[in-house]
């Protein structure tokens, strides 16, 4: 059973700080690419922030130098940290994986999201 859980939003100020979380329940875990992506009503869902099996990331321009991706492979999560929060940053948060070609598994896996709002 493949799951991901995400937590850690919640209602924040402008300039103040997040810490969302994501517990993977999906084979392969350290292997695998894990993303955040984003949608905010009206809006195409957005590619936020990658960390790879190697531990490279790469984030969208319009979070770069505020958020950080990082995991911990031992606990089967991943964590963005928000920084520095803008109210163009408000959107559902959403924990995704996708193929992992090398162990047959050729579908996409997404939580739930969690909600962040940026709102003084």
């Known amino acids: 059973q493949v799951q991901l859980v995400e937590s850690g939003g919640g209602l924040v100020q402008p300039g103040g700080s997040l810490r969302l979380s994501c517990a993977a329940t999906?084979?392969?875990?350290?292997?695998?690419?894990m993303d955040w992506y984003r949608q905010a009503p009206g809006k195409q869902r957005e590619l936020v922030a990658t960390?790879?099996?190697?531990?490279?990331?790469t984030y969208a321009d319009s979070v770069k130098g505020r958020f950080t991706i990082n995991r911990d492979n031992a606990k089967n999560m991943v964590y963005l940290q928000m920084d520095n929060l803008k109210p163009e940053d408000a959107a559902i948060y959403l924990c995704h994986t996708g193929p992992l070609i090398s162990r047959w598994d050729y579908r996409d896996y997404w939580g739930q999201g969690t909600q962040v709002t940026v709102s003084s």
């Open positions: 999906v084979s392969a875990f350290d292997i695998r690419a």
């Open positions: 960390i790879r099996s190697s531990g490279s990331t």
